[in-house]
């Protein structure tokens, strides 16, 4: 199963290439779910399948959350093939995240072939704009987590033990464009306002906003500016990626963004950008949900560890409306958006069990 997702390569920019992935999960699934496809705009379609399980009553939903897009470019697959090789697969888009779909698939069909009970209806929901922000599938994630009792996230595991994520930094953006004014740089240096030199400036004082003691991040990631070395630059602006641990410290991470001034006054500093995906903080709710993952998980002798990521899914934006979250349910491995992205075949097994165990325990 994972093989067949992997070769069905699925970027996030490409619609029809999400469907066809999308198409080939709901063909997958046509014999145990009742399966709805929604429209995603510019991006490929979201889909949600309700999986018909054993046990005859069902009381409230558990959703679970994945993602049908990869960061990789169609024609990936020529450089980096799927492949089985050193007791581990490779490929594009196979830790992050079509194992963790295959996984829980495969647990959905043990449930099934084995007769287990389970007590809850569940939903899951696969987004095809995740690596892109999941501005188009938010609305639905969030309808759907509010009439769930928990959201199980089958993102990969941290690090090559496949600790559980039970908290996730807030992640924002901003643009910093600075206007400054175009001079000859030997002619008429004078009359020239040097927006790279703005920009440099402001950039330095940015970086000051960092606290890693409050697990606040600023990070300049890029920076555009200038057209010529013997031109003062009219024009430049930079990216920055910040990340936030505590919601509360967003607000004024943001107003510092928005407040900014330009240091030589003939230019002119716009500021865009904003949170968004709010942190997912490690709730009580959270916190007894990994107890229960830990418990099922030592009957299958493994030892499950929790840990909290700079990273951002969609698991942020379930736990920031209160809905217990385990996120990370997915592959072990490592190299997710690297050249190296790679499961453990040895830890496919008790992570498909567990999601089964879960899954019949809520
Ligand atoms: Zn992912």
Not at 72 to 86: A, C, D, I, N, Y
Not at 131 to 149: D, F
Not at 296 to 305: C, F, K, M, T
């Amino acid at each position: 199963m994972i093989r067949g997702f992997v070769e069905c390569e699925s970027p996030s920019d490409d619609r029809t290439a999400v469907n066809r992935f999308v198409e080939l999960v709901a063909d997958t699934v046509s014999g145990y779910a009742k399966v709805k496809r929604t429209k995603g705009g510019r991006f490929g379609d979201l889909l949600q399948c309700e999986m018909a399980l054993p046990g005859r009553r069902k009381s409230g939903q558990i959703l679970a959350l994945g993602h049908s897009d990869t960061v990789w470019p169609m024609g990936t697959l020529r450089s980096m093939p799927f492949r089985q090789e050193k007791g581990r697969l490779w490929g594009p888009g196979s830790l992050d995240m079509k194992a963790g779909i295959a996984f829980f698939l495969t647990a959905v069909e043990g449930l099934r072939e084995l007769d287990v009970p389970v007590a809850s209806k569940v939903l899951l929901q696969l987004n095809p704009d995740e690596e892109v922000g999941s501005e188009v599938s938010r609305g639905l994630t969030e309808k759907n987590a509010k009439v769930s009792k928990a959201v199980l996230v089958l993102e990969p595991g941290t690090g090559m033990t496949g600790k559980l994520k039970t908290a996730r930094k807030g992640v924002g953006d901003f643009t910093v464009k600075v206007t400054g004014r175009a001079s000859h740089a030997g002619v008429d240096f004078q009359a020239g306002a040097s927006a790279v030199l703005e920009l440099a400036r402001q950039i330095d004082h940015v970086a000051s906003f960092t606290r890693m003691d409050k697990g606040i991040t600023v990070n300049p990631g890029v920076i555009r500016g200038g057209t010529r070395s013997n031109v003062v630059a009219a024009e430049a602006e930079a990216e920055f990626d910040i990340r936030v641990l505590k919601l509360r410290d967003a607000p004024a991470l943001e107003r510092r963004f928005r407040k900014l001034k330009p240091f030589d006054k003939r230019c002119a500093v716009e500021v865009t950008g904003g949170l968004n995906r709010p942190p997912m903080e490690r709730s009580a709710g959270i916190v007894k949900l990994f107890r229960l993952a830990q418990g099922l998980a030592r009957e299958i002798g493994v030892e499950l560890e929790e840990s909290l990521t700079g990273g951002g899914s969609d698991g942020n934006f379930t736990a920031a409306l209160g809905i217990p979250t385990l996120d990370g349910l997915g592959a072990v491995g490592e190299g997710a958006h690297a050249v190296n992205e790679s499961l453990l075949v040895n830890r496919m097994a008790d992570r498909t069990a567990l999601i089964g165990k879960l899954l019949a325990a809520i």
